[in-house]
């Protein structure tokens, strides 16, 4: 607050500082939700982006996930009612699914992965060129797996991949991001989600990363720990309970 005096008596007038916002593309998904959580936390406002609700978010904007463009049109139309800019935006939206080039399924799977990873991902760099604010921090979910060769989940790591050059096109200049941005991916070998548990029961889950710890360390990034560097890809690894972030 600020001390003034007038007529003799002292009033003390308080300051509101601006709070900043996040926004999470796929907020209602294990990662989505604890991100909003750990920017919660920290008082920061927050925006959840996707088919469900988010109760845990400040406020929420519904997506149908039927129509990619009219989805995004739609997002921007809520955002700017909101009002709000973003000192970070993260897409946390994707899936997998398996499947070689032989497969029977393989043009259904590609277009899954293809609408779960690289779509959510474009919707939310187009996002970003409207409402991050200048020097702001955009992060998107990757793959370490699509750093190599992946026969048994082409469409899966075809997007991934794909979402790998996007992180990139986007850190370079003339992509249509606000100034000073940072664009960075995370890309998690194996993360602990109940669905991932599920499909997986009788794992080495000391080897899998919470939810938890990367929300934590997206946090940190976005007061300034450890920021990543424009265009950093950083595999997200565990080992007996110890995560580490690495660059590639």
């Not at 003799?8 to 601006?18: E, S, V």
């Not at 909101?82 to 946390?92: D, E, P, R, T």
């Amino acid at each position: 607050g600020i001390n003034a005096e007038y007529g003799g008596r002292k009033f003390l007038w308080q300051t509101r500082r601006k709070m900043p916002s996040a926004l999470v593309y796929g907020g209602g998904g294990a990662l989505g939700n604890s991100l909003i959580k750990a920017f919660k936390t920290k008082g920061w406002t927050t925006v959840s982006i996707d088919l469900h609700g988010n109760k845990e978010a400040s406020h929420t904007v519904s997506i149908s996930g039927k129509d990619f463009a009219a989805d995004t049109k739609a997002v921007l139309a809520q955002l700017n009612e909101l009002k709000l800019s973003f000192s970070v935006i993260f897409c946390a939206a994707g899936g997998w699914s398996g499947g070689s080039a032989k497969d029977e399924s393989f043009f259904e799977s590609c277009d899954r992965m293809y609408k779960l990873n690289l779509q959510s991902a474009l919707a939310t760099a187009h996002v970003a060129t409207h409402w991050l604010e200048p020097g702001g921090l955009l992060v998107f979910t990757g793959a370490n797996a699509a750093l190599s060769p992946t026969p048994g989940m082409i469409g899966y790591g075809v997007t991934k991949a794909g979402t790998h050059h996007l992180i990139k096109s986007l850190a370079t200049e003339g992509s249509g991001l606000p100034p000073g941005c940072t664009v960075a991916g995370i890309l998690p070998i194996l993360l602990d989600t109940p669905s991932n548990r599920a499909a997986m029961p009788d794992a080495n889950f000391d080897d899998w990363t919470p939810v938890d710890h990367v929300a934590e360390e997206v946090v940190g990034w976005a007061g300034g720990r450890n920021r990543p560097e424009n265009g950093d890809l950083l595999t997200v690894a565990t080992k007996s309970k110890n995560t580490t972030f690495v660059k590639q």
